[in-house]
């Protein structure tokens, strides 16, 4: 969480599944903050039982659905257009306490240049909308 909450500027999550109160909390209280906040979410996944995208959406925060036939897998945050957060980790409490996952911080450039390519990618292709 402290990294989520270390963001001042801006804040891009492209997360599968998303059911963890405590996250969800430090997305909102970035808005709150004044931080720009997007968030993408699976569509199936964003009205999973538990699911904490409605929660965030209507706090305020932007949210978009890719409709797709398939998942959007990704699980990612970028922190400040400088540092990424990402790994196999669903943002579950099971993910983050129980399953055995990977997750990585790192500020190299390139690898923070591709996610924030990748996450623009999504945002905006047509097939992406806003969640309702």
Same mark, same amino acid.
């Given at each position: 969480? @402290?990294?989520? +909450?270390?963001? =001042?500027?801006? /804040?891009?999550?492209? &997360?599968? /599944?998303?059911?963890?109160?405590?996250? $969800? *909390?430090?997305?909102? @209280?970035?808005?709150? =903050?004044?931080?720009?906040? =997007?968030? &993408?979410?699976?569509? *199936?996944?964003? %009205?999973?039982?538990?699911?904490?995208? #409605?929660?965030?959406?209507?706090?305020?925060? $932007?949210? #978009?659905?890719? /409709? /797709?036939?398939?998942?959007?897998?990704?699980?990612?945050?970028? &922190?400040?257009?400088?540092?990424?957060? %990402?790994?196999?980790?669903?943002?579950?409490?099971?993910?983050?306490?129980?399953?055995? +996952?990977?997750?990585?911080? %790192?500020?190299? #450039? @390139?690898?923070?240049? +591709?996610?924030?390519? @990748?996450?623009? =990618? &999504?945002?905006?292709?047509? %097939?992406? *909308?806003?969640?309702?």
């Amino acid at each position: 969480m @402290d990294c989520l +909450d270390s963001c =001042r500027k801006s /804040l891009d999550v492209c &997360i599968h /599944l998303l059911t963890s109160m405590e996250i $969800a *909390e430090c997305i909102i @209280d970035a808005h709150k =903050r004044g931080v720009k906040v =997007r968030v &993408i979410c699976d569509n *199936e996944m964003s %009205t999973n039982k538990g699911s904490q995208v #409605r929660v965030i959406k209507e706090s305020g925060v $932007a949210v #978009r659905i890719p /409709l /797709l036939n398939y998942h959007m897998h990704s699980k990612i945050a970028i &922190i400040d257009g400088r540092k990424i957060m %990402t790994g196999s980790v669903n943002w579950t409490v099971q993910g983050m306490y129980g399953n055995w +996952d990977n997750l990585v911080v %790192t500020s190299q #450039r @390139d690898l923070v240049h +591709d996610a924030i390519n @990748d996450f623009n =990618r &999504i945002w905006n292709h047509p %097939t992406t *909308e806003m969640f309702c």
